[in-house]
């Protein structure tokens, strides 16, 4: 069973700023794509962004386009979520998601297609 770890998260205030990390075990953590997925209560998990395994590419939900960045350290099994421009709309439970697949494709934005989790993370912005 392969464990995601994440860090980071917490309470901010609309306009502000947070970075999620997320490290995954192993030694052949860039041949996966990695995935930000987000969840709100009583709504199904939602796509936020993934970069593939080389990190040269990434793609994001339109929400979040301009004002979220992933990022990733593959000497060091890490993966960034740089959140600015944070607004309450924002607020979920956020997830880091392993997919065993190292390129892009139409499929990264469905959560059934990745294969290890993180545990999640309490992302909070006020107004």
């Known amino acids: 069973q392969v464990r995601l770890v994440q860090s980071g998260g917490g309470e901010v205030q609309a ?45 994001y939900r339109d929400s979040v386009k301009g004002r979220f960045s992933i990022t990733r350290d593959n000497a060091n099994n890490t993966v960034f979520l740089q959140m600015n421009s944070l607004q309450p709309e924002d607020t979920a439970a956020y997830y880091c998601a392993l997919r065993r697949a190292p390129d892009l494709s139409v499929a990264n934005v469905n959560s059934k297609t990745y294969d290890y989790w993180g545990q999640g993370t309490q992302v909070t912005v006020s107004t």
């Open 15 to 59: 306009g502000g700023s947070l970075r999620l990390s997320c490290v995954a075990p192993g030694r052949t953590f860039s041949m996966n794509a990695m995935g930000w997925f987000r969840q709100t209560p009583g709504k199904d998990r939602e796509f936020v962004g993934v970069i593939s395994g080389s990190g040269d590419s990434t793609r």
